[in-house]
């Protein structure tokens, strides 16, 4: 992918899947502005791109608010002159269950990944729009997002909310040419490293194992590079046509997810009563209805 030219800004690049977009769209000729909270792993994440002969500088910020989200745009401007791409990738995890979950841990996830998604978007945005040369939004969403996950909540609902976020900023953008895509990925990351069912895969290829085929393409499981060259493809004109979809990766998998839909109905003149519920819903309704949560196959021998 030739991206030359292009100015691109990554949230929370400073290690795992954003280090991995922001190297990967640096590689095909973009010029990033690495951000990270971590002000040391956004300056590691520049040098580490330079040292691949890219073009990157660190802006470091706790994304959330939309002072922190106009800062990234504009050092955007400041340094390269334009804004192209914006990848909103930050997040913090605050995993409990519900009724252990404190107000503050409901916040402080909501606040990175819901609020700073719709800040950085935003800002993007309108720079975008006033550039007159469209552009790309991706965000970051998740399986938890989709399907749901014990003990996440806050992430839950924040990733959900990113996918709807996106639906309706494809409408919003499209005549403006700029396109609105989720990426879903699955990677091993510290993030994943808290999820029981990924936690020994994630710890086997710490310690530099290969994962197996049933890892990889079952689980669709991988290493953050294996999912960065989406976010380089629809950051791309091969991906111009490409907008309001939520696209997973991870591992050798790469597939659509689909958006909810209305997938059963039933109709009574005049309205429903519970007992007209009761009736129809055995043999009208109940044999649509639908898993939640990952509903996972057994390991391969």
Known sequence: MDLAGRVAVVTGAGAGLGLAYARDLARGGARVVVNDVDAAAAEAAVEAIRGEGGIAVAEAAPVGDSEAAQALVDRAAGEYGRLDVMVT?????????????????????????????????RAAAIAMRAQGEGGRIICVGSPTGQRGNFGQTNYAAAKAGIVGMVRTWAMELARARITVNAVIPVAATAMTRSVPFL???VEALESGAELP???????????????????TFLASDAAADITGQAIGIGGDRVGVWSHPQQISAAYATGGWSADDLAGVWSTALRPHLQTFGEQLPQPQE
């Open 213 to 231: 085929p049933y890892v990889r393409r079952t689980l669709g499981l991988g290493t953050p590079q294996d999912a960065a060259g989406l976010v």
């Open 199 to 201: 936690k020994a895969h």
């Open 89 to 121: 990738n930050a997040g913090v995890l605050r995993d409990t269950v519900l009724w252990k979950m404190t107000d503050e841990d409901f916040d402080a996830v909501i606040d990175v990944h819901l609020r700073g998604t719709f800040t950085c978007v």
